[in-house]
C-alpha cells in the first residue's frame, strides 16, 4: 500500500512517502495510524495527537473510520493551511 | 471554470481579460487576491514555503469550485493557488467569479475562498529572520466560517 506523508508529519517521520505491507486485520485509517505508531519512535511523534491528523484516500478526505480495504493511496497529513 | 496550481506568479488583470474575453453576457466580476503577510504573531517573516498534495489539491479545488457552480448562477470562474517559497508581498491565491449580477459573484468569491482554505490540501511553513521555521496552525474560525454557508445560495441568486 503506498502512503505519503506531508508538512510536520512527512518532517518527523523523515521521509514523504513509502510502500508498506500492511496486514488483513488493519481495517480502518484509525487501525493503520495505530499500526504505523507501533512501527518506531518516529512514526510515534508524527502521531502523538491523532486529533491533530487528517487522512486521504484515493486523494479525497475520510474520517478515522473509513475502510481501507482496496486503496490505492493513503495520505496522512495536519489540518489543511492553504489560501 | 479552471484550476491551476503553480509555482510561478500571477497577473490579476491578465488573468480577469482573459477569463471574460469576448463574452457579453456577464455583468459583475469579483476578483479576491491573498498575499503573503511580512509579520506573523508580531515577529517579522523571511519567506512563506506552500507544501501542496499534487493531484489531491487540483481535484479539491475541483469540486470546490463545482459546487461553487451548483450553488450560484456563475458564467465564469478560476482558481489560482501557489506552492513553493513567497517572500511578504507576494501573491498566494486568486480566485475570480464571474455573474450577471454581483450578489452572486460576491458570495460565490467568498464561498471559494472559505471552502478552498478548509479542503484544499496545502501546508504553510514561515521561516522568520533568524531561519527557524514554523508550520502555521489551523485556525479553528476557518473551520466555523463554512458553517454560515449551511443552506446559502440558489441558482435564482
Known amino acids: 500500500m503506498k ?3 506531508f508538512a510536520w508529519i512527512r518532517e518527523r517521520i523523515g521521509r514523504g512517502g513509502e510502500t508498506l505491507e500492511v496486514p488483513a486485520e488493519v481495517a ?46 493513503i495520505a496522512f497529513f495536519p489540518p489543511v493551511t492553504g489560501g | ?11 490579476v488583470g ?10 457579453t453576457d456577464i455583468g459583475a466580476i469579483v476578483t479576491f487576491t491573498g498575499t503573503v503577510r511580512g509579520e506573523a504573531k508580531g515577529r517579522p517573516l523571511a519567506s512563506m514555503t506552500l507544501e501542496h498534495y499534487p493531484g489531491m489539491t487540483e481535484a479539491e479545488l475541483e469540486r470546490v469550485e463545482a459546487e461553487a457552480h451548483a450553488r450560484w448562477p456563475l ?8 506552492y513553493g517559497e513567497l517572500k511578504p508581498g507576494d501573491n498566494i ?12 459573484a460576491f458570495e460565490a468569491a467568498a464561498y471559494l475562498m472559505d471552502y478552498l482554505k478548509s479542503r484544499a490540501p496545502f501546508w504553510k511553513k514561515e521561516t522568520a529572520l533568524d531561519g527557524t521555521g514554523h508550520w502555521v496552525d489551523a485556525r479553528e474560525t476557518d473551520e466555523a466560517a463554512l458553517a454560515r454557508w449551511e443552506g446559502f445560495g440558489t441558482r435564482d441568486a
Open chain 1, 3 to 5: 502512503l505519503l506523508y
Open chain 1, 28 to 73: 480502518t485509517i484509525a487501525d493503520l495510524l495505530a499500526w504505523l505508531k507501533a512501527r518506531g519512535p518516529e512514526y510515534g511523534e508524527a502521531f502523538a495527537r491523532p486529533d491533530l491528523v487528517r487522512a486521504a484516500i484515493n486523494q479525497t478526505h475520510v474520517k478515522a473510520d473509513a475502510p481501507i480495504a482496496g486503496a490505492r493511496e
Open chain 2, 1 to 11: 471554470m479552471a484550476v491551476r496550481v503553480q509555482a510561478e506568479d500571477f497577473d
Open chain 2, 14 to 23: 491578465r488573468e480577469t481579460s482573459a477569463l471574460t474575453a469576448g463574452r
Open chain 2, 75 to 82: 458564467d465564469a470562474s478560476l482558481i489560482i493557488h501557489r
Open chain 2, 93 to 104: 491565491v486568486l480566485v475570480i467569479a464571474a455573474s450577471r449580477h454581483r450578489h452572486a
